[in-house]
């Protein structure tokens, strides 16, 4: 019986690895996103009255429809993998319902609440296999602005942030897959300046504009091997001591000239300096004497 539980232990771990490879082959026959492929986006359909989410009558699951169509593409908004830069998208008119939705984004009643699907579908099945079922990341866009009685105010500018996983060089055309993303509209609380806002009515045009910027990995931007936020405070660099040190040594600098050029002088001109003082006129105050004249 020991040499059993003895023969069973390498059975388990040859089991266990078995298992992992298959996963591991699984995982990489799927296929990647190309670099500057589409990626589509599509959002939670939502009433316009509740703000709730709207369910299939059927199978009960959420219904996901395309973002609104933009002016400039005549389709869906869609992103491009590994594409940065400026994009636009102006949704033609905003009708009434949509108006009361972007009435519940702003207020974060009920988010735009969108996703991406995290690797194109697969052009092969495997007979006898459980066909693929797509998987999604969520993209939920942060609208900012603010409600009047008749119109509302939004920040149109976006940023965009997209992650990817770290590509395994299997498949050397392939690009990677999603991982996580995020949308928020900047400079909210300058809205009544102007800028990037939009004063918005029913029946009027929303241009949109997104800043993308995509994340090889889903950490942020490293230095020397860490991750690091390059934000305010927190952290000491190079350039910090550098600075701070030009900034001691002109300390230093004025300190002296004001000290040797003013503060000085007017100290030794009250002060008894070679035997003769200014008191009795003998003395010039610096340290030098005058001859008496007879």
């Known amino acids: ?17 078995a298992a992992q490879a298959l996963a ?25 009255e509740t703000g709730e989410h709207i369910e299939n009558a059927k199978t009960h699951e959420i219904q996901w429809i395309p973002f609104p169509v933009c002016n400039e593409t005549s389709a869906p908004l869609e992103f491009h993998y590994g594409v940065e830069g400026e994009q636009n998208c102006t949704i033609p008119m905003i ?24 690797r194109p579908p697969p052009h092969i099945e495997t007979v006898g296999e459980k066909p693929y079922e797509m998987e999604y990341i969520p993209l939920v866009f942060a609208l900012a602005g603010t409600l009047q009685l008749s119109h509302m105010h939004i920040s149109t500018h976006m940023n965009v942030l997209l992650h990817s996983t770290p590509k395994h060089h299997i498949h050397p055309h392939d690009s990677g897959v ?14 009544m300046e102007g800028g990037a806002t939009r004063k918005l009515i029913i029946g009027d045009p929303l241009p949109l504009s997104f800043s993308v910027r ?23 660099y190079a350039s910090t001591i550098f600075y701070g040190l030009v900034a001691f040594l002109a ?11 003013s503060v000085l002088p007017k100290r030794l001109r009250g002060r008894t300096l070679g035997g003769a003082t200014p008191l009795n006129g003998l003395g010039n105050g610096w340290g030098y004497q005058k001859r008496a004249i007879d």
């Open 24 to 48: 591991y082959v699984h995982e990489n026959a799927l296929p990647s996103y190309h670099y500057g492929a589409p990626i589509r986006v599509e959002c939670m359909n939502r009433s316009s």
């Open 1 to 17: 019986m020991a040499g059993l539980s003895v023969l069973r232990i390498p059975l388990l771990i040859a089991c266990c690895l």
């Open 251 to 261: 300390g230093v600098v004025v300190s002296s000239v004001h000290f040797y050029g």
């Open 178 to 191: 999603l991982d996580s993303g995020t949308a928020y509209s900047t400079s909210p609380l300058t809205h």
């Open 95 to 118: 009708s009434d319902p949509f108006f009361h939705l972007l009435e519940f984004y702003i207020h974060s009643d009920a988010p735009l609440s969108c996703r991406l699907p995290s």
């Open 214 to 236: 995509w994340f090889p990995t889903p950490a942020l931007p490293t230095v020397e091997g860490k991750v690091e936020w390059n934000g305010m405070g927190g952290h000491i």
